[in-house]
Structure formats: structure tokens, C-alpha cells
């Protein structure tokens, strides 16, 4: 059966437009790859649309056809990060390892994303684009507590964590502490990078601040 003018029109019409979807997606990711790049080694103040066309051999309006300005590309950065690792994250808690080894695993593949957050690049999207900051804080509040919540039950449920441990809240306290330890200012104050002093917080949670003594007095006193 032989196909009419018409058709064969469509479907070479059906064909180009997937290529230039495909093509346009291509440059889009090619774009965000750049503005990740410069943004993790530079900082936001030093992210210029002349300096991005430039570096991937484009022009500024060819920049502009996909985003409408420097803010929605990084914004589009933050979120791609941030699905990113929680991507990662959830395949490592399929794994269904001990609570401890899934712990230490969870480290080890948050650690090099996180190491590229210098306290440089926090400080300086705090300051210069706020409401960028706000919603990196935002979508790490919106996952952090899902997943160590669920980390916490898994290791109620192997008896390598305490049973009368409330997880939700366990996990709200873990995420502020984040966001405290995290914060520019206090990784100034104390030379740390991100990954440091999440390592630090781990470290004190999961060992806790007493020894066997200390906490047979704890428990002798001012349990409950």
C-alpha cells in the first residue's frame, strides 16, 4: 500500500521535530552542565551569561532561547542536584543493607556532591541570590527527613537503633542540625567544608556524647 504525499509530508514533519526536540534538549543539558561547573567552582556572582556563551561557544541569545536569564538556570541546577543525590540515595537504600553499613554507604555517596558545596558557594548564593539559596534549603528539608526517617525504622527494625526513638522527630532534629552545621557562617567559623561537618554530625549521632559510665549515670539520674 503505497503511502499518499500527505503522509510521507507528516511523517518527515514527525521527524524533524523529534530531532530538533532532541537536539534542544542536547543544549539545554549542555548548558546546565557549564552553569553547574562554574557554579560549584566560582561561585553565583561570578556566573555571567558572557562568560557561559563564551565557554560553550555560543551566543547570548542562544543562551536566552532556553532560559529565560541567569536565575532559571541555576535554579534548574539546584533542582537537578538535588534529585540527583536523592536519585542516588534511594538506590542505596533499595540495597537493604544493615542500618550502619547503609549509613556509612549513604556518606560515601553524598560526600563528593557535597564536598562541592564550599562554604564559598553557600555564602555567596545566601548573599547575592536569596531566594536561590531558600529553595536549596527548601528541597533539602522536603527529602532529608523522608529518607533518614525511613533509615531510622530500618534500624529499629534490626534492633541496631533504640526502639523508643519517635523517627520523625529524630529525623526533624537531624535536619536542623544539618542546616545549622551547614550554614556558611558556622563552616567559617570552624574551617570545615559541608562534608566535614556532616561527617562531624554523623560521628557525634551515631556515637553519642557519653561513655559506657557516663551513660549508666545518665540513665541512673535523669532517665526516663
Known amino acids: 500500500m503505497k503511502m499518499t504525499a500527505a ?105 563528593p556532591r557535597i564536598a562541592r558545596l564550599s562554604e564559598h558557594v553557600l555564602r555567596d548564593l545566601q548573599r547575592f541570590a536569596p531566594e536561590l539559596h531558600r529553595k536549596f534549603e527548601d528541597l533539602r528539608g522536603s527529602h532529608f527527613p523522608a529518607v533518614w526517617s525511613a533509615l531510622l525504622r530500618r534500624g529499629v527494625a534490626e534492633g541496631a537503633v533504640r526502639a523508643d526513638i519517635d523517627t520523625d522527630f529524630a529525623a526533624h532534629v537531624m535536619l536542623n542540625a544539618l542546616r545549622s552545621f551547614t550554614h556558611p557562617d558556622v563552616l567559617a567559623t570552624w574551617g570545615l567544608s559541608p562534608g566535614q561537618s556532616i561527617a562531624r554530625l554523623l560521628n557525634l549521632v551515631m556515637n553519642g556524647l557519653l561513655t559506657t559510665n557516663g551513660r549508666k549515670f545518665y540513665e541512673k539520674h535523669f532517665g526516663q
Open 7 to 111: 503522509a510521507k509530508k507528516s511523517g518527515k514533519t514527525k521527524t524533524r521535530s523529534g530531532t530538533l526536540a532532541a537536539a534542544d534538549e542536547a543544549a539545554r543539558a549542555r548548558i546546565l552542565e557549564q552553569v553547574e561547573r562554574e557554579l560549584f567552582l566560582h561561585g553565583y556572582s561570578a556566573l555571567t551569561m558572557d562568560a557561559l556563551a563564551h565557554e560553550l561557544g555560543m551566543s547570548k541569545k542562544t543562551l536566552y532561547r532556553y532560559f529565560p536569564g541567569k536565575d532559571a538556570m541555576v535554579d534548574a541546577v539546584i533542582e537537578q542536584f538535588v534529585a540527583s543525590l536523592r536519585s542516588e540515595v534511594d538506590a542505596r537504600l533499595r540495597e537493604e543493607r544493615p542500618f550502619v553499613q547503609t549509613v556509612a554507604d549513604l556518606l560515601a555517596t553524598a560526600a
